[in-house]
């Protein structure tokens, strides 16, 4: 009951988790939902409109929008979560370190800084650059750029929770570092992790979809939003089905995201609760 009326304080979590779940179906799903085969190569029934055969219609080469958009969005969510995962993991570790070890701090923080001076979009392409491009690189790429946001997040919370008096009791009874940091530090960390988390898998998906579309993501023969979008360009006044079709699939991911992000920072954010 308490979690029911949470949400209806909050319906964005409700509203972006029911979108995103439609979307992760229909991706999990694709092997049953799909029409054809994504790849499968069809000079006959190219670029044509909405069909009883073709949903969605078809590329340039014949191949089905609608395959090729549930397909696609397996690579957008999976690239999403995984950076998500990867960047909150290591931005917490470096967070941690830095915020309890002030050494370590002034080495870290200027790295920190200077992975976020450089625009997130040229890093990423510049490391796609020397790399052979597959999702692999794809996700270490994205990772790269996210780690430094994760990591001064945590460092600032760190910092606030060592000036705090029952930490520096904890010290004085002599607590082991590891006690304090699971006891005093992580639980502090975790509302705002997790909301973070959800902006950086919302800027994962957009940032591969974006090397995708450039041409500096997934290779060619992978179906993701992005190259569907890439492909479809030259052929968008002819076809706009070719861009609106994984165009709409990657906003309302993205918006489902950040839905989900802004309900989850206001239900774990103890003042914005109380207000509410």
Same mark, same amino acid.
């Given at each position: ?10 319906? /964005? ?6 979108? +995103? ?30 069909? #009883? ?20 969005? &397996?690579?957008?969510?999976?690239? =999403?979560?995984?950076?998500? +995962?990867? #960047?909150?993991? *290591? @931005?917490?570790?470096? =967070?941690?370190? /830095? =915020? ?14 200077? +992975? ?14 020397? !790399? &052979?491009? /597959?999702? *692999? ?13 994760? !990591? $001064? +997040?945590? $460092? ?19 607590? &082991? ?37 450039? @041409? !500096? ?35 309302? *991911? ?16 103890? #003042? ?5």
């Amino acid at each position: 009951m308490k979690f029911a009326s949470t949400l209806r304080r909050n319906p /964005s979590v409700a509203i972006g988790a029911a979108i +995103l779940g439609v979307i992760v179906a229909l991706t999990a799903l694709a092997p049953w939902l799909a029409t054809h085969n994504p790849q499968a190569i069809d000079p006959m029934f190219r670029l044509r409109g909405f069909s #009883a055969e073709h949903w969605l219609g078809t590329d340039a080469l014949g191949r089905d929008i609608w395959s090729r958009a549930i397909y696609g969005g &397996r690579v957008s969510l999976v690239v =999403g979560l995984v950076v998500a +995962l990867l #960047a909150t993991v *290591t @931005g917490l570790a470096v =967070g941690l370190v /830095s =915020g309890f070890n002030r050494i370590a701090d002034a080495v870290l923080m200027r790295v920190m800084d200077g +992975l976020m001076a450089i625009p997130a979009i040229l890093l990423a392409i510049a490391l796609m650059a020397v !790399a &052979r491009a /597959s999702i *692999t690189t794809v996700i270490f790429a994205i990772t790269i750029v996210e780690v430094p946001r994760v !990591a $001064r +997040l945590v $460092r600032s919370v760190v910092l606030t929770i060592r000036e705090q008096a029952y930490v520096e009791a904890a010290t004085v009874v002599g607590s &082991r570092f590891w006690r304090m940091l699971w006891k005093h530090v992580l639980p502090n960390t975790l509302a705002p992790l997790t909301v973070q988390a959800t902006y950086i898998c919302a800027a994962a998906i957009l940032i591969e979809s974006l090397l995708s579309f450039l @041409g !500096a993501g997934t290779p060619p023969e992978v179906p993701s939003w992005g190259n569907i979008m890439a492909e479809g360009r030259t052929y968008f006044q002819l076809s706009p089905w070719l861009i609106l079709t994984p165009g709409l699939f990657l906003a309302a *991911t993205v918006l489902a995201v950040n839905l989900m992000g802004d309900g989850l920072r206001d239900m774990l954010d103890p #003042a914005i609760a109380r207000r509410m």
